[in-house]
C-alpha cells in the first residue's frame, strides 16, 4: 500500500523564545546582542505580545505572556524561560495540517488560527514532533511581517 506524499515543511520561519519580561528580552537581544527589531504587537488570540528580531535569515521571537493563564504564562510557570518552539514556514497551513493529521500525529489546533504579522498559523503537540512544539505558519499573501 503507497501513500501520497505529506507536504513538505518549508524552511525554519522562526523560533519562539518565552521571557518573562519583555522590556529585559528587548534590551538583551536588541541593546547586547545587536539584532534589529523588526516588529512588535500584541496577539490577542494567544494571548501574547511578540517583540520579533532579525536574526540573520531566521527571526527570533520573543513571547511575552499577557495573561498568567494563557499559553506562555502556563510554559514559563512551569518550564521557565527558554526556547517554546520552532515554526516553518508552508504555503497553506489547512492542507499541510490536514495532511499532518491524516499521517496519525497529533496537533494542537483543528484548523488554522491567527498568528503573529498576519500569518494563518496551527501547532503540532511535542509528543507527535520528538518532543518539540512544532508551529506551521502561512505568510499572509500582501503585507505582513512574514
Do not use: N, W
Not at 31 to 41: K, M
Not at 55 to 65: D, F, Q
Not at 70 to 84: L, N
Request: overall charge negative; hydrophobic content about 40%; some cysteine.
Amino acid at each position: 500500500m503507497t501513500h501520497d506524499p505529506l507536504p513538505h515543511l518549508g524552511p525554519v520561519d522562526h523560533i519562539g523564545i518565552a521571557v518573562a519580561d519583555l522590556e529585559a528580552g528587548k534590551r538583551l537581544y536588541g541593546e547586547i546582542f545587536g539584532l534589529r527589531l523588526v516588529f512588535e504587537e500584541d496577539v490577542p488570540t494567544e494571548r501574547v505580545r511578540v517583540a520579533a528580531f532579525d536574526g540573520g535569515g531566521l527571526r527570533l521571537e520573543l513571547l511575552a505572556s499577557t495573561d498568567p493563564d494563557g499559553p506562555i504564562g502556563r510554559f514559563i510557570a512551569k518550564r521557565g524561560e527558554g526556547i517554546h518552539h520552532v515554526c516553518y514556514r508552508v504555503d497553506d497551513v489547512a492542507t499541510v495540517l490536514a495532511a499532518l493529521k491524516a499521517a496519525g500525529l497529533t496537533t494542537l489546533d483543528d484548523a488554522p488560527r491567527p498568528g503573529a504579522g498576519g500569518c494563518r498559523v496551527a501547532f503540532i503537540h511535542p509528543k507527535s514532533a520528538g518532543g518539540v512544539l512544532v508551529e506551521i505558519s502561512q505568510p499572509p499573501a500582501e503585507g505582513g511581517h512574514a
